[in-house]
Each structure stands twice: as C-alpha cells, then as structure tokens.
C-alpha cells in the first residue's frame, strides 16, 4: 500500500463543554479516542496519516479547563490555558518569572496563541526518524533507526537512553519541574491522581511508546504550582538552532535561594537531553551551602554530566549541558552593547 | 542616461493593492467548475524501479477519476527528467498522480494503489558514489561528463559516465581532506607551480557547503484544463515567456497550444526557472479525462523533494599567498553533488567566480559533478558563485574599490576591527567582509509595447512576477524613453493570451540587464515611428522632432501631434507603425503576439541589438559582524552591511530589499539552514522547516543595512545590471570570515557553522564536525 | 462542576441534521462535490459529534457551509468560502502564510479545525479594507513598498494586526518578535517591518 503524507484521514469529531463530558466520552472510546488539546502536535501526526483515531475529543470548549488561579499560595493552571495566557499572566510574571521565558521560548506566537500549557507538556518526541512514521522502537517496532553507526542524530539524546534515544523537546516541563509542580489527572474510571511534574515525564525504560504517565482514559486538567519558589532566583535558557520556532538543542531551567552569596535550596532541570526532563538532584545537593561562584559552577558543571554517553553527532551536548548548568548557577557574562 | 526622471526613483508598482488586499491571484487561486484534484504518489525508495501498478482498487472508488502514470507523458530523450517516472531515482520522486473530485478521496485512492517495485542500488553521498565499488546512482553510471560538443548554457548536455576513485585516493579522507581522485574537467591558465614556488605562505585546506531546499513560500502547484484543442494552464513560474515551450515540450503539444497564466508568483529563487516539470501533470490528467479542470495542490511535504534544492559542493583549496597577501597560485578540486538529474553547472560558476574573488596569479581548476539519490537541484540564487565565497574574462566594469570604500566606512569597518577577538565573559565579537559576483545580464531579447489612441502606452511583459519588480521596472524604461507620465503607462504581463514578447529567464540577475536593453530598443523604435509619422504630416525630417507632454513636436514649440493622435494615424498608415510589419530578427513568440496587437496604435518592437564588449557582472560588497558565545557555541549576527556595485539603480527600494534579502539567503546558509538525509535509507530527515531551518526575523538584525554605488556600466544603454545573486555570496561569505575572526580561522571547514560545531571545535581546541559528509 | 445540561452518566447531544443540505444554503460550495468523509461515516453519527452544517462569522458576514469534521480553517475559506488571500505554504502552522484572526487573536488557519471556530468572529486579508479604504496597515506596505512575492503577505499582515491591536506602539524589536511566527523567503524581513512600524504609527493616527 502506497504511503501518502498528506490530508487529514476523516475521523467523528466530539466537542464536549465540560470535563466530566470529556472523561465520559474518553471512557466510551478508550484508545480509539485522540485527545485534542491545542492542536499543534496533533495535526503533524493526523496530517500525516499515521495515527488515525476514530475520534476525536476536541477540549477546546471546556471553559473549566482554563485560566490561571491563585490556590493554597501558589496558582493552578488549568490545562487548557494558552502559552500565551500563561505568559501574559501577572501572577506568573511576578512570582513565577521562570515559566513566562520558557513559555515564551517556545515555538511560535500564533502557537503560543493555541497551544496550551498541558498540550506543551504532553507533547509527543520530535526525533525525526519516529515522526516520519519509520517503524522504530517507540512505534512498535524493534529497531532504533536513530541509534545506529550512520544515523544522524544531533538532537537525541546523551542520558537515560534505553532503546529509543528520543528527547522531550518541551521548554514549559523543566521550569515546572524547577518550581516542583504537580500534575492533576482525571480520569474515566474516576481513578483520578496528583503526581509531581517530575514523575509526570517517563523515559523509554518504563514505557518506550510514551512519553508521559498519561493513561488512556486519563486527562490532565490542570498543573498546580506551590508558593514554595515564587520570586526565587530564577534562571532559564535555551539553545537553539533559530530563535523562534524551534525546539531546545538543550535548556535549562532552575530555582535558587540564596542568602548573601551562599546557596541555600535549588532545583535544577535540564531537558532534551533524554527522554524526560532530567532534574539533577545531586547537583542540587552539591550546590546547598556552598558560595555562588565559579568554582561551585565548574564542579556542578562537571557533576551534571557524569554517565553522559553521546552518540555520534550529539556529543555537543556534553559540554553544552555543563556549561547550561555552569551560568544557572553563576550567571552568564554579556557583551555591553557598543 | 543623463537627467532620467524615472529611473532611479522609488514608485509604488502597479499590483500591490491587488497584493495587500488578498485578491492577487495565485496559481492555487482559480478555481473552475467542475475542478478535480490531483494528489502524487511518490517513490518510498532512493532508487528503485517500477515493475507493476494496481490501481483498480483505487479506481473502483466512487469519487476517484483516473489516474495519470509515465506511460502517459511523452518521452523527453535521454537522461531528461519527466514529472512522472517508472525508475525513480530519489526517495518521494513521482511515479503516478490520481484525479478525484477532493482531495480526501485522491488521498485515500493513493494508499489503495499497490506499486511493486524492484530496489536497485542507491547512494546519497557523492564521495560514496566515487569509492571504489562504491554504489551508483543510476544503472548506467554516477557521474556526468564534461559537456557534449555544442552544449550551451549551465545544464549543457552532458553523458553519464563511471568514474571510481581509488583506495589510495581517499587515504587522507578520514582525517578530512578531501579526496582528490580523476575529474571530469578542468581549465588552468599561468604558472602553477611558480606560483607556489614563489609564494611565502601555501595553505590546502577542505571546505563542505551544505545543499539547502529553494522552498518558496508558494509551492510549485498548478491548475489545468484544457478547451478547443488548447490548454489553459494556471502555474507558478519565475518566467512566463520561457516556460510556454517548455509546457508545450513536457506535453507532447506545440508552443501555439498554450495558454500560461502566471501573473503572480510566490518566489521560486531558481526553482522554477522556466517553470516546473510537474506542472505537466494536471495538464495531462485534464487531457485524458476530456478537459475538465485539474487542480494540483503541491503540499510542502512534496515541494521537500520535487521543489529543487542548491547542490552541495566539497571544495579543496591549495592557495599561495605572496608576502603582501597577494595570491600567486590557486588550486581548486571540487566534488558536487548534482543530485538525481541535471546536469548542474554550478561547479563551473564557482571556479569562475573563484578567479574573480580572489585574482590569483595562476589558476588550476578541477571538478566532478557526481549523481546521488537526492532529489533533484536547479540553480539556487547565487548557484556556484556563493559556493566559491569561499574569469578570467574582461568585465563590462566593476567598481568594487568604490563599494569597498563605502562600505567600510559606513560599517565603521576599524573601529569594529579594533574589539574583535577579544572574549567578555562568554561572547567574543568579529567582523568579516566578502565580495559576491555574479554574472549579471544576458542580452539580444524582444521588447513589445502599444501607444494607443486612448493615449496609453501598454508594455507587454513576458518575465515572471515573483517580486522582484522587474517586471514592471522595465516599462519604466520605456516611459523614460518615450516622456510619457507613468500614470499612463500599461503593464500587461502575466498571461500569454494577451501576447508578450520573447523574454530572458527571470533568473541568475539577468532580466534587469537584458529587459532594460529590450525596452529601450523597443521605446527608441517607437519614438522614431512617432517621429516619422510626424515628418509624413507636418513635414520634415524625423530628426527635427522630439517627445514631450504627450506629444510629438518640432523641436523648440513647434507644432506636432499629440499621442493620441499620433496613434489614430499610425492605425490609418498601418505597416510597420501599427505592428503589421515587424522586424525580421525578432522571435516567433514576440512575432505571434505582435499580430494580436497589431492595428490598434503605434507600435514598438525590437529586439536587442545593442553591442557588448565583455562579460557583464554585478558585485555586492557584504559586511558583517557576528557575536559567538563560546559556553553554548551559538552564533549571532549583530550588524549588517550590503554594498552593491549593479549598474545604474533603476528602483532603488527594490534594489536595496535585493541586497538585503539575498543576502539573508547567504547568511542562512553561513548561519543554520540544511538539508539532510539518512545514509544508510536515502531518505530525506529534513522534512519540517523546523529540521531544516529556513531564516526566521528574529536570526537577523531588527535593522539591515544596504547601499549601492550606483555607476552606470558604460556597455549597457541603461547602465543597469541585476542584482539577485551577489549579494547571496557577499553574506555568506561577509559572515563565515566574521566567525573566523571572532573564534579563530580552524574551528570550521563546513557550513552551516552551527553551536554543536562551534562549542565542539572549541571545547576540544581542533576541528571536531564531520569534515566531508555531504548531508548532516 | 458539572454543567446543568450535561449529567455526568451522559453526553450531551446535538442535534443531527439529516437529509440533502438545500444547495443554496451551502455557500460557493456548489462547484466542488465534497464526500461525506472517510468510510466511519457511513454509520450514525456518534453521540456528542457534531453536525456538519455550520455558520461562519467571516470578516463580519454570517456564512452558511457544510464543513467536514477534519477540516480545517484554512480549507474552508480557501475552498468553500472563496477566500483565496488566506494562503497555504506549509499546512503544518511553521509558515504563518495562512494566518488569520480569530477574535483578534492570530492564528495559523491551517492547524484549527473550522469546526471549532463556530460563534467566534474570523478575520481574513479579504476583511480588512473597508471598501475601497484600505486598512492603515495595507496603506503602509503600499506606502514603504513591503514584501516581495507577496506570497506571505496576507498571513504577516494579519499577524501584525493582531499583534498592534495589543501592542499599539511596539518598538522594531518588540515588532519583530510579535511577527516572527510567519517566514518570508524572499527574505525582505527589513522591509517588513519598516511598513509594519509604519502601520503602526498610522493605526495610533487613526484611532
């Protein structure tokens, strides 16, 4: 049969108006059902004819489901809230600075406009072997077409591979996991759960065909974020090939404390080196106590790459991750401008 | 010419309102009763043949209305790509196309087709193809051979022919030079070896230039349909006269035949030429389903591999340099990559350009140009000549001291100089300059234009409209000419049912140079028809009138007759005044569409006679200063400076976006943009824009900055050359020698210098890329 | 939590129209058989899907079509609609060159589902003028002569637009980074904005 990467194939379209809808008709479809948040990941995959759902459960009309809210000192982000929302947000632009530069790092503004915070953080890999439908590990089958002699693969992954070398491409996952969020999922059985940004994310050891704990049946509805980390000392960067639309070669996202120049609490996450974002909590334990200077940034540098192992054209990534955690730790020094 | 009053001012062209306000019509813009579309099915292999299509699935569909395979296209000859094939030779070639009434229905028919097909040898990699008992990328060879005798032009007929390299050859290739085995042609002129024996500092060194995807925003679709024996043909091209045969060639039809309406184009950058090969698909469904409109929306998924992309060119350099910096022997080996077809003739501009840029004392070139199993590539802007940023024939002029000179001094080139190469926390700064040539105009073309009674003058235009604005640039000519207020000047361009002249291809910078001729030769032809229609009423010698305000008059205040008047009678006197008579010399197509504007005013038809003495080419001069983080290895353009030395500037806005946007095409190229395949499959990784990285607003400066010398070249009537190209090479080259003078001239020998290759090269203190793979 | 209309044990149900759709009401779509979609259609519809039969707030005219479910906005205004200034470069929301405004707000045409547009207000480049009054934005690239091709033109006009309405007095920068998700591959990002910024200072003048 001949391959066609074009046209969405048609599928029944559903438009609930409220969660309980939504979970209600995911649990009358269970895996034929494809949950449409903002869309943007999605249609690459429908376009391309390789999944194709019978529905679909577009939560585009679910009022509940948006919108930032002050709660217990901190703020819940329902998950359908726009990027654009979450960036605009005087809450999150005062408290939470971190989240509006990773937000507003990603992708697009017309994306941003769209895509939503639950949708940036449930996205699927964007390794480009998986996404052209090549039938690799991940899509069931039982080869790593990234991790071969020849293969090119300057994007994947340097840590935590197992089989499948793909990375999380999101920028709203490690600063959420910096601030120690938690997830709200609801589900259809009515098994509804709390877990922390941090195990929301699995690598391919636990599950190689996902990229979240995410069941079928289960939606996220909402991120919440404590009000342990408001207005901490905040770093975020990402690097990337172009400065708009494109997704991180590597970033960085971290919450300090500090009292004068000595470090007291931080959490440090690195993302698109492995397959969930990692959060380095022996760097953090190294860092705690110690002066805020170059010295402390060389050792966590150094201590946050240990066990990196590059595969043949992503080496880059070594020194680029260290050198990422180096300035979230001791700043990055900028050119006055002449 | 002296006191112009149009030439050289900024005017607002005639089709932007219908631009800004949607209703400019695109080729995926019309629509017909009754219209199907057409959707590809394309080869999932590098190579492969096809041994066997069932369609009858496909075609028992309800909705599904025929299909199209190559055994329904005309044979080209030889070695000449068709836009459906029976052996593809690279992954996502088309083998058949399926017409149904929407697009769903044709997409669901495509995967009901069942093709078997034979897999055959394949590689993507030219050095691969030149390794002993490497693959081929055809049955019959890997590389093209020199040219055949009497082949003209870039893509001059060539054979296909074997040629391996040996063992022995590539001994040093691991360790990243390139290989240097038998070429295919070369030229040399001096004394090579003196040059070297004389010279205080040889270096060799191994430079790689990605491929990069034309992709133009419009994506090369087509609507067809066909009425009275004629077809009527809706198509994006960057020409509109020299598409017409080529339409006509791929369907098996005479040139009378078609109708091609192409009034806007959504770039094309060397893409679309003189049209696109596939655009003869909906043609040929519409044909074999009795005539009713095909519409063939091309997705940028397709435009990835049948859109055209640059060829990738290794280049070897041994270079000579004298004490004082002067170059006293250049030795250059290029292997390219042609791709599927072709043949290409970059390699040969880049040598070319090569002896321009750098005037060595004593030249030797080399080159092979290798087939592979990649889609195939067509002149990309600047194809070669940028390449080379990296002629030995007299130039009509240049005055690159002159636009060096300015440059430097607006650039604030010392005081810049004065801070590169020093670190400040983690960024270092450094400026670079480079000179991108291109030849720049092509001569002997048709002019065409009307003064008719209403007292308009029509100027028929056979270039494509993609934006440039020549298209309606060159009329400015004839209104300069003929002192005619520019509010009633006509341009019909566009459609070849409304008659255009014989027209140069809108590509490589050529239709400034060559159009401005032709209107000027045409302009002057009906001035002089004024004149003597004049001296015939009023007396006289044609010689003792002269234009103004609309009318044809005795020198001084004599008397005469208005426009209008002078049209009437050119009507009445009929022969040549009114276009029944036309000059022998001009082309069958400018001939074709004088008679349908014969008998209705004077008429002015020429064909470009004017002598030249040289080759003509235009330079850009670009400036360039970067910032380089040395902790992330990212690159940034801080600020930018385009100098061109083009000619006269006939619209100078056009003129300055031409130097800026060209050189943002050199600066992707320099900056991020790629092209890549997997080696061990043949197919193409890059298939999103955000894997192949096109320039966004934000890589560049919020401001650009762009100037021009604006000399006029004394072998051109106008003085006015093209700019397209040059530029290209200048920003290009102007920012790869700014990060060699931020970060040290050995960190890259490949482009584009991304952060992996930067923080790589500088963590380890050597080159660390991959030195000659063609596509990462 | 749960809405009045919507108990939890079920779903609510729209009404599903069966039958021919009266060709006149189907707006410019007569020329063009569209099917019913793919074969999942040939069973009753699901409950909670919705009817095919929809109307469009575009550029201030209620438009009646008949949009398949996968469908997107894009489509429907090029193919159903007659609204050919929306282009398609890349259907996969990395161009920008189909942009449209959707209550205000740009977004890529090719990437919504049209279906998911009903009751908001779509703004396309055939809705800006007034008449023969064209919008201070489309003045001002007439004026400082933006754009080559043109091709991405209608997409970057309405991603500045909307953009202007929020920022009405960006600087280049803040400019650029607001239409920065729309590529121009002629490249003429310089010219761009200098008409976007002139656009701006007209729409401060006329407002």
Known sequence: MAVIRDVMPAFELLQPTSTADALTLLGRYGSDAWILAGGLDSFDWLKDRIKRPRYVIDLSGIDELKGVRERNGGVEIGAMTTLTDVVRHPIVRDRYAILMDAAESAASPQIRNQGTIGGNVSQDTRCWYYRAGWSCYRA???????????????EHAILGADRCVAVNPSDTAPALIALDAEMVLRSASGDDRVVDAEDYFIGPGTDITRMTVLRPGELLTAIRIPGDWAGARFYFEKVRDRQVWDFPLVNVASAMVTSGETIQNMRLVVNAVAARPLRLVNVEQFVKGKPRNDQTADAAGEMAIEGAQPLRFNAYKVPLMRNLVKRAIRGVGEWATS | MADTKYIGQNYTPPDLVAKVTGRARYAEDFRAEGMLFAKLLTSPMPHCRVRNIDASAALAMPGVKGILTADDLPDLGPNVERALTNEPFYAGEPILAVAAVDELTAAEAVEKINVDLEPLPFVVDPLDA??????????????????????????????????????????????????????????????????????????????????????????????????????????????????????????????????????????????????????????????????????????????????????????????????DGRITALDLFIVQDNGSYGPMGDHRSAGLAASIIYQPQAMRWRAISVLTNTPP????????????????????????????????????????????????????????????????????????????????????????????????????????????????VEVVWGDTGKGVPWSCLSVGSQTTHAMTRANFAGANDLKRKLQEIAAKDLGGSPDDYELSNERVHRKGAGGGLTYTQAAKRAIELGGKYDGHEVPEDINVMTKGAAAKHAGLGVMGVAKDNYPRNGTTYSFVIGFAEVEVDVETGKVTLIDYLGVGDVGTVINPRSLLAQ???????????????????????????????????????????????????????????????????PPVGAGYGAVLNAIADAVGVDVFRRAPVTSDLVLMSLENKKRMHEPLRAHV | MDQPDSPRSGVTRRAFIKGVIASGAVASSAAYLFRAGGEIF???????????????????????????????????????????????????????????????????????????????????????ANGDQLHPVQQAIVDEQGFQCAFCMPGFTMAAVGFLKTNPNPTRQQLAHGISGNLCRCQDYDKILTAFMRGAEYMRRSS
């Open chain 2, 659 to 725: 130097i800026k946007g060209g050189s943002c095409l050199g600066i992707a190229h320099a900056l991020q943009q790629k092209w890549v395949f997997d080696p061990k499959y043949g197919l193409m990784l890059s298939r999103r824009f955000h894997y192949s990285k096109p320039l966004t607003i934000l890589d560049i400066p919020a401001t650009m900055n762009a100037d021009a010398v604006g000399l006029p070249d004394p072998e051109t009537p106008v003085g006015a050359r093209g700019v397209g190209e």
């Open chain 2, 377 to 488: 590539r067509s002149q990309q802007r600047s194809p070669g000549p940028m390449q080379a940023n990296g002629q030995r024939a007299k130039l009509t002029s240049a005055f690159i001291v002159e636009a060096l000179d300015k440059g430097k001094q607006a650039f604030r080139w010392d005081e810049r100089k004065a801070y590169s190469g020093q670190r400040r926390g983690a960024k270092v700064r450094g400026v670079g300059v480079a000179v991108g040539p291109h030849g720049s105009g092509s001569i002997g073309f048709d002019s065409l234009m009307t003064l008719r009674p209403d007292g308009k003058l029509y100027v028929q235009s056979g270039v494509g409209n993609l934006g440039t604005h020549s298209v309606m640039d060159l009329a400015r000519v004839a209104a300069e000419v003929l002192a005619m207020p520019w509010e009633k």
């Open chain 1, 140 to 154: 069931g089958g039982n080869i790593c077409y990234a991790d071969t002699p020849e293969s090119i693969n300057r």
């Open chain 2, 130 to 323: 030149l390794r002993p008992g490497g693959p081929d990328a055809r049955t019959t060879g890997n590389v093209w051979g020199a040219p055949m005798p009497g082949g003209v032009g870039p893509n001059a007929a060539s054979p296909v022919k074997t040629i391996k390299w040996t063992g022995e050859q590539f001994a040093d290739a691991d360790e990243g030079r390139l290989p240097m085995g038998e070429p295919t042609e070369q030229w040399a002129y001096g004394d090579l070896d003196a040059g070297f024996g004389n010279a205080a500092l040889v270096l060799d060194e191994t430079m790689v230039v990605q491929s990069t995807g034309h992709h133009p925003m419009e994506t090369r679709s087509a609507m067809a349909y066909w009425q009275n024996g004629k077809l009527y043909i809706h198509a994006s091209t960057q020409s509109v006269a020299q598409t017409l045969p080529n339409v006509a060639r791929w369907c098996g039809i005479m040139p009378q035949q078609v109708v091609l309406i192409s009034e806007y184009t959504g770039g094309g950058f060397g893409s679309k030429g003189g049209g696109a090969v596939s655009t003869c698909i909906p043609a040929m469904l519409s044909k074999k389903l009795n005539g009713v409109p095909v519409m063939m929306r091309i997705t940028r998924e397709d435009e990835n591999y049948i859109g055209r992309a640059r060829t990738n060119m290794s280049g070897r350099t041994r270079i000579g340099f004298a004490k």
């Open chain 3, 42 to 128: 040939g069973q009753t519809s699901a409950p909670g899907s919705v009817e095919r039969l929809i109307t469009l707030n575009v550029n201030g005219q209620m438009r009646r079509v008949d949009v398949m479910k996968q469908e997107t906005l894009a489509m429907t205004l090029r193919y159903k609609l007659g609204l050919t200034g929306t282009k398609i470069g890349c259907d996969r929301a990395e161009c920008g060159a189909c942009t449209v405004l959707i209550d205000d707000v740009p977004h890529y045409s090719c990437s919504v589902l049209t279906h998911t547009v009903r009751g908001r207000k779509v703004q396309t480049i055939e809705g800006l």
